[in-house]
Structure formats: structure tokens, C-alpha cells
């Protein structure tokens, strides 16, 4: 995981966490 689909390489987790975190809470209000 860390991919950024945009920069279409690896991104250091400071900069990925808060998508994961992002990602997290959408999947949590779609549920």
C-alpha cells in the first residue's frame, strides 16, 4: 500500500496516511 495513482509512484507514509485515513472514513459512511 502507498501507491499514489496520481504521481504513478511511492509516497512516504506521512504523506499517504491521511488518504488512508480519508479513504477510511468514506468507507465507513458508504457502510
Known amino acids: 500500500m502507498g501507491f499514489d495513482r496520481e504521481g504513478g509512484g511511492w509516497v512516504p507514509a506521512i504523506n ?4 488512508y485515513s480519508a479513504v477510511i472514513k468514506v468507507a465507513r459512511y458508504l457502510v
Do not use: G, L, Q, S
Not at 499517504?16 to 488518504?19: H, V
Open 16 to 19: 499517504y496516511t491521511p488518504i
